[in-house]
């Protein structure tokens, strides 16, 4: 009779035994919150054209060396251009977070920038940008679909004169460049901008032939201003944290 006692206190426990075997422990995963990708972050690369338009100025005279702060020149001279540009950019955005970015471009555009200088004088010819680069660091304000941008570096200016008596040169200028932007995107990754710039090409002197054997001097720079539209293509890097 004592023997029983022990197995009958058993038997509430074997009765419950497979009850908590079959309940495993339940894990509860906290929510994650997940902030999508910027639009704007990452790379991108496009297209664009544009019109510019300018002024160069400067002084020449016979010889090996000329200075126009000094005075020590033949004449002096002033004139418009006018033209257009076509060419590519590539860059790559850095979102700091859903509202701002940071990047950095580079471009480089083929020109059609001239003007004719003093027609019908002796320094008289035609004036021409056809290579224009720029490398800018940029930042910017943006929506989902939108952007605002201010930007600025450097610009590189190939620059040639075809003169009437001869004097015909090439210039390779290092200058500044700055611009303001807006950007929108039309379809996933891919956006239309429009774009302003301001380039400056410092006075450099240059040598030429007047007349096939007089050795002539020249020293002038310039402004230009350029207005751009164009395609972009974007390559998304990753997610905002």
Known sequence: MHRLIPAIALVPLLLTAPALAADPPIIIDEPVDEVDASPWDGFYTGIHLGAARGVRAGCWDFGLTVDCAGGDFIDDFIYDQQG????TQAGFNFALNESFVVGLEVSGSWANIAGELNPGDIDAGIGTYDFLATGTARAGWTTDIFMLYAEGGIALANFNFQGNSGCSFDQTHTGGVVGLGAEVMVVENVSLFAEWNRVWIPTSQVGCTSFGFIPTSVENGGVLDLIKVG?????????LV
Do not use: R, V, Y
């Not at 257009?84 to 060419?87: F, I, Q, Y």
């Open 231 to 239: 395609l972009n293509a974007h390559f998304l890097t990753g997610e």
């Open 84 to 87: 257009w540009l076509l060419g």
